[in-house]
């Protein structure tokens, strides 16, 4: 029999008053598995500026909403985050979240459940930062920002903050069932 034994944190709540501990132990597990992609979930830029801090030297790429995901033609990228993200180093993607996207109007247009917000709700049985850690991953993927022939570390939160943080194959999104979750690093028992 053959078998890993691996240490992994596990936060009471979800929440933003995890961030930095989460993003302390992430440091420590990428630097001993030594793992060199970074991909972090943001919507304000505040924990991917604290991310792009962080992991200085190592490819970091922050995902924000798209544009109009809260209000019309706006983002919540705050322009001081954006900042100090890109002088740490930092990529910055934004775009359209992959397990949503258009079935997310015929929700809301036609009261109708397509296959990407089945696989989506599916993936929050392990709570919202799992869902947030793959589609991240998909989307850094697609733009060609990490590969996808070495194992990434994503990171995301419930609602603002980081509290879920898993290690990950990537893939591109025409090849979703490739992707693997290897490991849960770090993630809310309670959500």
């Known amino acids: 029999m ?4 691996r240490k992994a944190l596990y936060f009471q709540n979800t929440g933003k008053e995890n961030t930095d501990i989460l993003l302390n132990f992430v440091k420590e597990y990428a630097e001993k598995e030594g793992l060199r992609n970074i991909v972090v979930a943001s919507t304000t830029g505040e924990t991917g500026a604290k991310a792009s801090k962080v992991f200085k030297g190592y490819n970091v790429v922050v ?4 544009f109009g995901f809260r209000r019309l033609g706006e983002n919540e990228l705050k322009e001081n985050y954006k ?6 180093g930092a990529k910055l993607f934004t775009g359209t979240h992959v397990l949503s996207s258009v079935e997310r109007a015929i ?3 036609f009261n109708a459940i397509g296959p990407l917000e089945l696989i989506a709700n599916t993936l929050r049985l392990m709570g919202e930062g799992t869902k ?6 998909l989307m850094a993927a697609d733009a060609g920002l990490i590969p996808i022939d070495r194992d ?16 990950i194959q ?6 979703f069932f490739d992707l693997k979750i290897k490991e849960v690093i ?5 959500f």
């Not at 995902?63 to 798209?66: E, S, Y």
């Not at 900042?83 to 740490?88: G, Y």
Request: glycine share 6%; charged share 25%.
């Open 2 to 5: 053959s078998f890993t034994e």
């Open 63 to 66: 995902v924000t909403h798209c």
């Open 83 to 88: 900042r100090e993200i890109l002088e740490n």
């Open 107 to 109: 929700r809301e247009n």
């Open 132 to 137: 947030v850690c793959v589609e991240i991953t």
């Open 152 to 167: 990434s570390i994503a990171i995301a939160g419930t609602g603002r903050g980081a509290d879920t943080a898993l290690r």
């Open 170 to 175: 990537p893939a591109n999104t025409q090849r």
């Open 186 to 190: 770090a993630k809310p028992l309670n």
